[in-house]
């Protein structure tokens, strides 16, 4: 079984936009090499961590889990599917990082979630929150948190 995490955001800008602005991120963050282009992350790469990630425009709908319960429609969505076969802990970290890295490179509101049901962070109006569990938010994944944040418990099932 797949283990699957998703950024939804309302950045405002198409998953084009969005993707320069990503490769910016994964390049700083060695996580792509100095080839791979923004047009590539549209049809779906493979990262240097062995994590399958593609940006698309968003299909949300008014009805499903991040309109109805966060309150904000996306407009671009990333897609991480984890290699079962690498270390998934250092791919977790690859992509928390690639997600805190956007939050100060496109401006909105954004989610990062593992398949609806647990959120990592949400930031709602310019406000950003941790989920509140120590399990997901260890110390040294704190330490990569630059901006201002508070920490609570975040109900995808609200």
Do not use: C
Not at 19 to 26: F, H, I, K, Y
Not at 36 to 55: D, E, S
Not at 79 to 103: E, V
């Amino acid at each position: 079984m797949a283990i699957e995490f998703t950024v939804e955001m309302r950045a405002g800008q198409t998953a084009a936009v969005v993707a320069e602005s990503v490769v910016a991120v994964a390049r700083e963050l060695v996580l792509i090499d100095a080839e791979t282009v923004a047009a590539q992350l549209l049809q779906g790469v493979v990262l240097g961590n062995g994590t399958w990630f593609r940006v698309s425009d968003s299909r949300s709908q008014a009805w499903q889990t991040v309109p109805a319960v966060l309150g904000f429609m996306p407009d671009v969505d990333l897609y991480f599917r984890l290699d079962k076969w690498t270390d998934i802990s250092g791919q977790q970290d690859g992509l928390i990082r690639l997600a805190l890295g956007l939050l100060e490179h496109v401006t909105g509101d954004m989610v990062l979630h593992r398949e609806y049901e647990t959120a990592l962070f949400v930031r709602k109006d310019g406000v950003l929150t941790l989920n509140d569990r120590a399990d997901l938010w260890t110390p040294e994944r704190l330490a990569w948190v630059r901006l201002p944040h508070g920490q609570a418990f975040i109900d995808l099932d609200a």
